[in-house]
């Protein structure tokens, strides 16, 4: 991964991330560094992991160390979380710093619920966000009718029997 890919920026703070077994991986030391007013972010970082302990929270399988490189150039072991436990971190943070992410984390957490009762509005949602992103509507159009198809396809072909990913590749080639 190269380096332009491997920072992000949030309030003029860096944040080192990896790319690893498919996921981004964040430093959970630069996250906590920028949502706290913490002058020594590692001593932060030690005493939330304390408290997760407590509170029956494991942690020990869900951080991986990952090498980034730090200030001096050299890579070094560091503590890292793929998105989802980036979020349970920052809910457990107190610091105004983190309450948009918990509002915006609470609000996503609520359409989901809603989208379990009501299926159609995840289709809903989807339009929404191919607008936002700026695409025409002829364009959502034919996506969306594009994942019907693919659904009706892949659904038929579990009704007669094709059952893993590579055959479901084979069939969808062999097809075309």
């Not at 491997?6 to 077994?21: A, I, N, P």
């Not at 090498?67 to 793929?82: V, W």
Request: neutral net charge.
């Amino acid at each position: 991964m190269d380096a332009e890919n491997s920072l992000v920026v949030f309030q003029g703070k860096s944040v080192r991330r990896l790319w690893h077994d498919s996921h981004w991986y964040f430093s959970v030391v630069d996250v906590v560094g920028v949502l706290t007013d913490s002058s020594v972010p590692r001593r932060y970082w030690s005493d939330l992991k304390t408290k997760f302990k407590e509170e029956g929270f494991e942690l020990y399988d869900k951080i991986v160390q990952l090498k980034l490189p730090s200030a001096d150039g050299k890579n070094y072991e560091t503590d890292c979380a793929n998105t989802e436990v980036m979020f349970r971190i920052i809910q457990s943070i107190p610091s105004p710093k983190a309450e948009p992410f918990k509002r915006w984390l609470a609000k996503v957490g609520y359409e989901r619920v809603q989208e379990i009762e009501n299926p159609e509005l995840t289709m809903e949602r989807m339009r929404e966000i191919y607008h936002a992103k700026g695409y025409s509507e002829d364009w959502i159009e034919k996506r969306v009718r594009g994942i019907a198809v693919r659904d009706e396809l892949t659904g038929e072909w579990g009704k007669r029997g094709v059952k893993q990913d590579k055959e479901f590749l084979v069939h969808y080639h062999q097809s075309n």
